[in-house]
């Protein structure tokens, strides 16, 4: 009797067993099925995002790895439409532990403006230096994120414009960097050509100076704004990354977890086999 006993309490429990691990193996088969579905969503979401942020404003870079001391593509250059003076506008990196110089020949008298931003990489800060043609430091910006500098032109020749990225030993820095400068004397040359050609109006000069005057304005807004819509769209992109990568990580702790559960059930509803029933 003991024996027979013995014999129906181990099937019962074998069949307690085969219930427990079918719902178990349908529980976890729901789990992975809705963990496809929410990876997926999370991914086409992320693609849909960035396309509408590289979509929703044209001067958006493509590619966000321009190569050190490269001009940007031509949604991000602008042109003075023949007017004296120059402009450069690059997005480079600056690899760590190094530095980058750019040089640029000015005459005088003639206006200086220089703005920079760090878009990415680590903490997004970096040294800026400006060294006139005496090898005089005229601009200095210690371990900053962005900067704007103005100087008038006294002393002509090659100016240099160094990014220094030496502090920073294991992260790169990706540099945005405008440089503007308008002479005088090249406006006056360009003036006076207008006024030979207009017969000697004498509110010519007036007007087309307070015009280039109003040009120049308008660029270094436009750099400016420019130069914070590049920061945030890096800023975006980050962040999507971050959450689509802990997205997939919770992911897969829940399906670990889901089969950790699974195997510790089994394992509750385990009936000995070897047991001999008692006499």
């Known amino acids: 009797m003991e024996h027979l006993t013995a014999s129906a309490a181990a099937s019962v429990n074998r069949k307690k067993m085969r219930k427990v691990t079918t719902d178990c193996v349908v529980t976890m088969a729901n789990i992975w099925l809705f963990s496809g579905v929410l990876i997926g969503a999370l991914i086409n979401c992320a693609e849909s995002g960035m396309d509408v942020v590289a979509a929703g404003d044209p001067h958006v870079p493509g590619d966000p790895t321009t190569g050190a001391g490269q001009p940007e593509d031509d949604d991000f250059m602008l042109d003075l439409y023949g007017l004296p003076g120059f402009q450069h506008e690059f997005k480079f990196e600056v690899k760590a532990g190094a530095s980058e110089c750019f040089f640029q020949t000015i005459k005088r008298p003639a206006r200086l403006h220089v703005s920079f931003e760090v878009l990415k990489g680590a903490d997004k800060n970096i040294d800026v230096r400006i060294i006139d043609s005496t090898q005089t430091l005229i601009g200095n910006f210690l371990w900053t994120n962005e900067g704007n500098f103005e100087h008038n032109v006294t002393i002509p020749g090659i100016y240099q414009f160094c990014v220094d990225n030496s502090l920073s030993r294991f992260s790169s820095k990706l540099v945005y960097l405008f440089l503007l400068a308008y002479n005088e004397l090249d406006w006056n040359k360009y003036v006076a050509n207008f006024q030979d050609f207009y017969g000697g109006v004498e509110n010519v000069s007036k007007s087309l100076e307070k015009f280039d005057q109003n040009v120049n304005s308008v660029l270094v807004f436009q750099a400016t704004a420019r130069r914070h819509l590049m920061a945030d769209w890096y800023i975006i992109r980050t962040n999507n990354t971050y959450v689509q ?25 385990k009936a000995p086999t070897n047991v001999k029933p008692r006499a």
Do not use: E, G, Y
């Open 245 to 269: 990568r802990l997205s997939i990580a919770m992911c897969v702790v829940i399906l670990l977890t889901s089969v950790f559960q699974v195997m510790f059930v089994r394992r509750l509803f």
